[in-house]
């Protein structure tokens, strides 16, 4: 599964969480996303958050990806 399939799949459930004046305000595009499914079925998104001003990396955005009800969890 791609981070974009996510986006779509996961649109009624998180309608903000991949939208791009959101992602921009944590320096992110939707290519710094990297997917890892995971043994128990769902997958693992992270992407580096970067600083706006020095583009130095800040902290990480991670979330699980739940297929079995299109939600975004933390865990």
């Known amino acids: 599964m791609t981070i974009y399939e996510i986006k779509q799949l996961?649109?009624?459930?998180?309608p903000y969480f991949?939208?791009?004046k959101?992602?921009?305000?944590f320096g992110q595009?939707?290519?710094?996303?990297?997917?890892k499914k995971q043994s128990d079925g769902r997958y693992h998104i992270s992407?580096?958050?970067a600083?706006?001003?020095t583009g130095k990396v800040i902290?990480?955005?991670?979330?699980?990806?739940?297929?079995?009800?299109?939600?975004?969890?933390y865990s």
């Open 59 to 73: 902290g990480k955005t991670e979330r699980f990806f739940n297929p079995a009800n299109n939600k975004l969890e």
């Open 22 to 25: 959101t992602m921009k305000f």
């Open 51 to 53: 600083d706006r001003n």
């Open 47 to 49: 992407a580096p958050m």
């Open 18 to 20: 991949f939208v791009p």
């Open 29 to 35: 595009t939707m290519r710094s996303f990297s997917v």
């Open 10 to 14: 996961s649109e009624a459930t998180s």
